[in-house]
């Protein structure tokens, strides 16, 4: 099973992470994952001005800086994966790398708060959801 684990360095995926070195079912043998970082585009005038290689080197930077720890932390449960830093909206890109990917589910974290239409789920986790056809696991 092809798994992609959307995460952002909040506390939240801290909480996914947990959940996921603490169920064997979910680390058995047969599952491939993919941790996936997002990163938000620069506006395009700061883009221009810093030019194509230093705004490249920004988003690995920003991407290994959120793919660090949790490198670390899934290292110690011996849970093998491959990272992946993406440059988008958030949960446009999650769904569509994972369409693209056809990995068989994404678990992310949700923060739960926010407007009326997103009592339950953060924004990202909303997106995500309208836009993909990949089921998804939430961790709150």
């Known amino acids: 099973m092809k798994i992609l684990l959307a995460i952002d360095g909040s506390p939240y995926t801290k909480k996914m992470l947990a959940y996921l070195t603490t169920h064997s079912e979910m680390l058995a043998g047969t599952q491939e994952y993919t941790a996936l970082t997002v990163q938000t585009p620069l506006p395009p005038r700061a883009r221009a001005a810093l030019g194509k290689a230093v ?26 994966f491959k990272p992946l830093i993406k440059v988008g909206p958030a949960g446009e890109t999650i769904a569509k790398v994972a369409e693209a990917g056809e990995f068989d589910m994404i678990i992310m974290g949700t923060q739960g708060h926010g407007a009326l239409g997103k009592l339950i789920m953060g924004s990202v986790s909303t997106q995500v959801l309208a836009s993909g056809h990949v089921p998804v696991l939430l961790m709150r």
């Open 55 to 80: 705004v490249e080197q920004y988003y690995e930077e920003q991407g290994q800086k959120v793919l660090a720890p949790v490198e670390k932390y899934l290292a110690r449960h011996n849970v093998n």
